[in-house]
């Protein structure tokens, strides 16, 4: 069985920085697409960055382009989401998804709260 483990949330001001991280229990290359979704209070969860580890390539949603980079090693199973210049709207409970050509696998996510 598949588990990810999220990491890095807490509580930030706006303006700040956080890095989350996301460990797989299976090497990231066995995976077509790994993202990170962010589910606010009342809100559906949204693709925030996903990134595709045999070709590198990596998307981002629009509201958060010039200030988040999602990036992997390897090495650790890990897919990293640096969130920089964090707003208020950017709080949520952040997840991992890892998806093979037959099933997707959700962490258990991380809070991310951004204070004003």
């Known amino acids: 069985q598949v588990q990810l483990v999220e990491s890095g949330g807490g509580l930030v001001q706006a303006g700040g920085s956080l890095r989350l991280s996301c460990s797989t229990t299976r090497t990231i290359f066995s995976f077509v697409v790994i993202g990170w979704y962010r589910q606010a209070p009342g809100n559906q969860r949204d693709l925030v960055a996903s990134i595709m580890p045999s070709a590198g390539n990596s998307k981002y949603a629009d509201s958060v382009k010039g200030r988040f980079t999602i990036s992997m090693d390897s090495a650790s199973d890990t897919v990293y989401l640096q969130m920089n210049n964090l707003k208020p709207e950017d709080t949520g409970i952040y997840s991992c998804?890892?998806?093979?050509?037959?099933?997707?696998?959700w962490g258990q996510g991380t809070q991310v709260t951004v204070s004003s």
């Open positions: 998804n890892a998806k093979t050509l037959d099933v997707g696998y």
